[in-house]
Nanobody, 126 residues
Framework: QEQLMESGGGSAQAGGSLKLSCVGYRSTVKYCLSWFRQAPGKEREGVATIDRDLDTEYASSVKGRFVISEDIAKNTLYLQMNNLQPSDTAMYYC?????????????????????WGQGTQVTVSS
C-alpha cells in the first residue's frame, strides 16, 4: 500500500525558491507521479506530472518556474519551485496513479490519481 509523504514546504519571499520532496511509492511499479495544490477556498489544481519515461506536463501557471523530477535510485519525487509568487501559496500534495500519465491529468483536478500524501504547506509573502 502506497503511503506518500511530502516534505520541504515552508515560507518564502516572493522571488525565492523551495524544493518539495515526496517518498513512499514502490520502486517496482510504474506510476504517473504528480504534484497538486489547493489554496483555501479554491479548487485543487494540478501543478505537474511525470512518468517513468520522464515525460512531463506542467500547468501554465507554473511553466518555466517549477521543475518536476524524480530520482529513481532514491525513489523520490521532487518539485523545484523558483521565482515563487504569493499566488503559489497553497497546500501541496504529491499523488500517484499506476500507469503512464496522460496529457490531461494535470488539468483534471486530481480525479485520475488514487494515492495521495497528506500535503505540505507553502506560503509565499510579497
Amino acid at each position: 500500500q502506497e503511503q506518500l509523504m511530502e516534505s520541504g514546504g515552508g515560507s518564502a519571499q516572493a522571488g525565492g525558491s523551495l524544493k518539495l520532496s515526496c517518498v513512499g511509492y514502490r520502486s517496482t511499479v510504474k506510476y504517473c507521479l504528480s504534484w497538486f495544490r489547493q489554496a483555501p477556498g479554491k479548487e485543487r489544481e494540478g501543478v505537474a506530472t511525470i512518468d517513468r519515461d520522464l515525460d512531463t506536463e506542467y500547468a501554465s501557471s507554473v511553466k518555466g518556474r517549477f521543475v518536476i523530477s524524480e530520482d529513481i535510485a532514491k525513489n523520490t519525487l521532487y518539485l523545484q519551485m523558483n521565482n515563487l509568487q504569493p499566488s503559489d501559496t497553497a497546500m501541496y500534495y504529491c499523488a500517484a496513479s499506476i500507469g503512464y500519465c496522460q496529457r490531461w491529468y494535470v488539468r483534471n483536478h486530481g480525479t485520475d490519481f488514487e494515492y495521495w500524501g497528506q500535503g505540505t504547506q507553502v506560503t509565499v509573502s510579497s
